[in-house]
Nanobody, 115 residues
Framework: QVHLTESGGGLVQPGGSLRLSCTPP????????MHWYRQTPGKQRESVAGLTAGGSTSYSDSVKGRFTISVDNAKSALYLQMNSLKPEDTGVYYC?????????WGQGIQVTVAS
C-alpha cells in the first residue's frame, strides 16, 4: 500500500464545479481499478465513480452525467471532475487505487456544497 494525496476539495455553491486530484508518491504499476468513494454522516462509504485499467468507467446513479473520472497514466494520478454540484454531494471523498493486488487509499478530502 502507498499513501495517496488528495487535493481540490473545498466549499462550493450549488451548481458549481470542483476537480479532485489523487496522486501517489511515485508511479504505480499493475493498476487494475481506480475509484472515488464518498462518505456522508450516517451512511456507508459508497463508490461514486470507477475506472478500470482497460478504460471502462462506471458511475453511481446519483452522479451520472455530472461527474467524470479520469487518469493520467504517466503520473498514475486520478481525477474526479464534478460539475453541477448539489448539496447532497457534500461529504468526504476518498480515492482508491488497486495495484499489484493491493488497495491504496487517500486520506479523504472534504467537499461541501452550500449557498
Amino acid at each position: 500500500q502507498v499513501h495517496l494525496t488528495e487535493s481540490g476539495g473545498g466549499l462550493v455553491q450549488p451548481g458549481g464545479s470542483l476537480r479532485l486530484s489523487c496522486t501517489p508518491p511515485g508511479t504505480l504499476f499493475s493498476i487494475t481499478d481506480m475509484h472515488w468513494y464518498r462518505q456522508t454522516p450516517g451512511k456507508q462509504r459508497e463508490s461514486v465513480a470507477g475506472l478500470t485499467a482497460g478504460g471502462s468507467t462506471s458511475y453511481s446513479d446519483s452522479v451520472k452525467g455530472r461527474f467524470t473520472i479520469s487518469v493520467d497514466n504517466a503520473k498514475s494520478a486520478l481525477y474526479l471532475q464534478m460539475n453541477s454540484l448539489k448539496p447532497e454531494d457534500t461529504g468526504v471523498y476518498y480515492c482508491n487505487i488497486i495495484h499489484l493486488g493491493l488497495a491504496s487509499w487517500g486520506q479523504g478530502i472534504q467537499v461541501t456544497v452550500a449557498s
